[in-house]
């Protein structure tokens, strides 16, 4: 194995960067495969090992992926009665040597742990060959030399709370210092500012997820004062377009839709909590009352209605008509659903694994997982529920006087008289909960539980309320070590495309460590101080260096940092499913702005929701009727989402299924991606609209008219180059439609070879880039 | 590595546009952008061969063919023989027998359940004397090819959870299909169609079929290359296949051309290496264009094979037509084949329903079978034939001479399989006299999953994918691979 497995890295990367990037294409051709996940963790973790080896975020990360599945917390599959992950177990005497310890702090050749690790015995090395599990030699000699330097214990580093951290951290830190503080390790330097142009654009899509128009281009390049971008950045973030753009991604966490999802997949009226979030974002709602509003709004003292409409985020999951299910076993999974949302929203813990047994990788046991599902187990809710209930128990009511006196935000249209949609309600005396056996409805033990938080994050405060405001209190409380950490993650994921804990929704164990700990502990605190002022933490985002520099990169950088981890250069971004619409909506002036109201059905390609849904529905989703006046042409946030036929072009570019919450979007990139850009009759029409609407005004030259469409399209001026293949072009197109057409008159062939023009611009790489 | 793939694929399209000049209308660009194809020619063939972790041992299958028979065929009046049922006609399932056995909401309610055998003729066939009913009539004419497993048994007892779980290995929706892991794990045999096509056809059997839901061929939490990819009748076969109307084939070659030129000066400029494989994609996707319409176009299949398939191969988006598309799509070594029928849940009015059922598929299935025999590909394409669940033996709703109907039944149900080194003309597993649960042999969803895997030479406790801290296998944590089915 030693001596194949750099050919296997080798081999497996290369798999990896063609596997990955290029569909059936450049998949590994017939028998050659893949693991390519595997395979990229150790060629990224083959690099040299650092001088002083830390435990947390060295050594863990080894013991908790190879060792922890037989020697870690799930005591049901603890071997030979020794655990790896508490450190009493570490100094224990050996059992085959008793001059030798498991691990003997400073000396290698008195711990058993190096033995077994070292051992070409099948029956005595760890891990055996059964597991399936290998250690690197990499991994051996960190593991080695910690113990050489004495083999010490940390808490998990997510766990300490990010106000406690020592070193005194001034107030004249910033984000650029952090950044900078890494590169200069490694003989880098931020880059130098990008393009006006492109700065401008990136700006929009990451604040309003809008591009800017040809107008507001022109303002910016214009305006040479200091204070030109800042001032963007502020009109923007003052936008509503801000909060439309926030929610997008609010969205994908809290897995909206507008049907129910399984089978028969009905329809559901859940679209006022979405104006609610727009809504919330745009008042810059602290982020500790919009979290705490949507876990437990109808338990604060004397709840309004807008506090209990925020409760919908926790009845957005799916919900069965399927006739003939059993009720408590669907009941069961909505509440699982609430649950497992719940610590991979805000806790940065994936408790999936808790609920069939305590958890391999994290201290989280099942009862911590069951204490955490009451909380969500008390609503009076229906298991199953009828084909015609658009909003199932509990709900609440909302009429017009209502909403314009109270929710104006919710863009009710005339033709509704009254809404009805589902929000949380507590029940008290409901229902015990108890321990599920392997988490099914049907094995209940008599381990009764009652609400409570996992003390490895933070012992619950025993007076805070047993129920989901208790919850959120835990979650806000000061000393929570780990509520900011995640949310301020999550924000610098939405501009850099990776967060700096990489793995956005598990700060466990098996996730990723952050790149820059101390400035995510600095953001972290920032986020508590100022009292959870999200467009404020936004604001210092986009205003550093950071943010604002090129994406460029120079061939040293490149070798350097291949991944750009340490961001010497801007990470270019594919544009999101919604931003690719919405580009074309808004460049070729073709976009309905209007914010909120019901979902609209924008195009789309006939016959795919008869082929879906059953005979069984008489529903009105059977067939899928395109919206008109306008609506089809609005924000892709307020496209319909029916869950199981769901918007193809969306889900083409990597759109989250919204079946269950998803913190972070797959990036991929695919042939139908490509059919979708050439083919899509909303691209064809917005090229053709665009080249209309161009032509109809004053005749330009061609030169300036295709200036024109590149920089509605991609938001630049084209390069030389660039402009050149432009213009060829258009001339080899022309003569295509002459030879083809005498019949046409001069200007039908003009509009065809601009719309031919156009749709190559919204084609090319950079339109659909965040640069 | 990556360099140097790079370097063999901007090279030949330097030398191409250098020695060509631009703007060459209609010449195909696309093969000199297409890595495989220059693998043909130079040292990139070596680089895609050699010691891979995939396969673990060798295959003896190389493409599939997943006949999904959704709503959950009844067994008792299929395959599964149980004479002792028409003989105690009407008596209640006693409780030794049910053991417990939850039910479904929808006979909860009932007092009685009683049994009741088939109302169809049972007859044994081939060499292999397999039991098989008057309702499959060309099956039954086949059996030496098949292989009948007869005690299958799942956990979930309702179409979405069971069919999630015979598609992904598990009953809540979130993880990838079965042909997103063959596509993830051994990669694509061909390089202009995708490797995991998906084909729906509507039963005549039910009145108001169950839906099915696109997430069935989704790809969970790998990569979206992996997702399956639905074939629909009708003349745009893959979405957003046909270019606009007016747009010819040499405007779109120009297009492509130009393009691909812009979109490199751009990749010079920020060397990013996605642009490349996009410009690969869009090629790609160029081919599909003509490839996809190409494989649809039947109009070169003789009359005798149509014939064979049935008159229903002439109207697409049957199931008949399904089964020939799928061995078009294998011939053109597509990975993974997936058709679904719908309309197999006989609540009531069985024997009305369910002639019309399997009068659907019958004729379709055993040509598909015997097509691919003589064309020597069911060799190395496995074919298996089954739904998400059985039905009871006890009638639900009112039991007359005539007339009866089954609920969904987890614990025991028939499936069959065909080819890639499955044991032909053969029976595995039996069930109670009562045709309830099973007595020998029984095979888990798990198993049979563990079991596909094994013949493409993957041990499904080894193809696992990391993610969320965890390493997920399509049979989770269980699955065994049922040896007695193979033919070694």
Known sequence: MKKTLPLLSFLACFALVFGVKTYFLLQPRSEVSVLENEFDDSFEKNISIPETVSYNFDVKPILSDKCYKCHGPDPNSVQADFRLDISEDWYRISMENDNKKIISSGDLSKSELVDRIRSTRASHQMPPPESNLVLSEREKLIIEKWITQGAKWEPHWAYISPLKIEGKIDSKWNIDKFILLELEKKGLNISNEAPKELLLRRLYFDLIGLPPTLAQINQFLQDKSESAYEKVVDKLLSSQAYGERMASIWMDIARYADTNGYQDDTERTMWPWRDWVIHAYNKNMPYDQFVTWQLAGDLLPNATKEQILATGFNRNHMITQEGGVIEEEYRVEYVADRTVTTAKTFMGLTVECARCHDHKYDEISQKDFFNLFDFFNRIDEDGRISYTDKAPKPNIKLDHNLIKEKLPFIKIPDSIIELDLMVMKEADNLRKTYLLNRGAYDSPTDIELNGSMPSVILPFDQNFEKNRLGLSKWLFDPKNPITSRVAVNRLWQQFFGIGIVSTPSDFGNQGALPTHPKLLDWLSRKYIEESWNTKKMIKRIVMSKTYKQSSKPTPFKSKIDPKNYYLSHFPRQKLTAEMIRDNFLVSSGLFVDKVGGPSVKPYQPPGLWDELTGGSTSNSLKRYKMSTNGNQYRRSLYTYWKRTAPPPGMITFDASTRDYCTVERQKTSTPLQSLVLLNDPQVQEAAEYLATSLLSKELKSHKENIIHIYRKITGRSPQKKTLNYLIDYRKEVEKIHLQKAESLDKFDIRNKVYTSLSLLIYNLDETSQKS | ?488
């Open chain 2, 1 to 488: 590595m990556e360099e140097l793939n790079k370097y063999f694929l901007n090279n030949n399209r330097r030398h191409f546009l250098k020695n060509i000049g631009f703007g060459i209308g209609g010449l195909a660009l696309g093969s000199m952008l297409d890595p495989f194809n220059l693998a043909d020619s130079n040292k990139m063939s070596k680089l895609h061969s050699g010691s891979l972790p995939l396969p673990h041992f060798a295959p003896k299958a190389k493409r599939v063919i997943y006949l999904f028979q959704s709503g959950g065929p009844s067994q008792l009046d299929l395959f599964d023989y149980k004479p002792y049922l028409n003989k105690f006609r009407g008596i209640d399932l006693p409780d030794s027998i049910r053991k417990g056995q939850r039910l479904t909401g929808m006979t909860s309610n009932q007092s009685k359940f009683p049994v009741t055998g088939s109302i169809y003729d049972f007859k044994q066939y081939g060499e292999s004397r397999a039991w098989v009913s008057s309702l499959m009539p060309n099956v039954s004419k086949i059996v030496d090819e098949l292989c009948f497993v007869k005690s299958m048994h799942t956990e979930a007892i309702n179409h979405d959870p069971a069919i999630t779980f015979f598609q992904t290995g598990s009953q809540q929706p979130g993880r990838p299909s079965i042909g997103s892991w063959m596509s993830y794990g051994l990669g694509s045999l061909n390089d202009n169609l995708p490797s995991f096509i998906v084909l729906l056809s509507t039963g005549n059997g039910k009145p108001q079929p169950q839906p099915l839901y696109s997430r069935l061929w989704g790809n969970g939490f790998l990569s979206s290359l992996h997702q399956g990819v639905q074939f629909r009748s009708g003349k745009d076969p893959v979405l957003y296949l046909q270019n606009p109307e007016g747009v010819s084939k040499e405007e779109r070659r120009k297009m492509l051309d130009h393009l691909a030129v812009i979109n490199e000066t751009q990749e010079k400029s920020f060397g990013d290496s996605e642009i490349s494989s996009r410009i690969s994609n869009y090629e790609m996707a160029y081919r599909m264009q003509t490839s996809v319409p190409d494989v649809m176009d039947i109009s070169d299949e003789p009359d005798h094979i149509l014939r064979m398939y049935g008159k229903n191969s002439y109207k697409p988006g049957t199931y008949a037509a399904n089964c020939l598309l799928a061995r078009r799509l294998i011939e053109k070594d597509v990975r993974f084949v997936q058709l679904y029928h719908t309309g197999w849940d006989q609540h009531d009015n069985l024997p009305s329903q369910i002639s019309r059922q399997a009068k659907d598929v019958d004729q379709g299935t055993a040509a598909l079978i015997m097509d691919l025999k003589q064309r020597g590909l069911l060799e190395d394409t496995l074919v298996i034939w089954g739904g998400e669940f059985g039905r009871t033996n006890y009638c639900q709703g009112k039991l007359t001479d005539i007339d009866y109907g089954r609920d969904h039944h987890p614990r025991s149900f028939t499936i069959f399989m065909a080819g890639a080194g499955i044991k032909p003309g053969f029976s595995y597993g039996e069930t109670d006299d009562f045709g309830y649960n099973i007595v020998k042999d029984p095979v888990h969803v798990h198993d049979l999953q563990a079991t596909i895997l094994n013949q493409f030479g993957i041990d499904h406790e080894r193809m696992t994918y990391k993610f969320q801290g965890r390493r997920f296998r399509l049979t989770d944590v269980h699955g065994e691979v049922k040896k007695e089915l193979l033919d070694i």
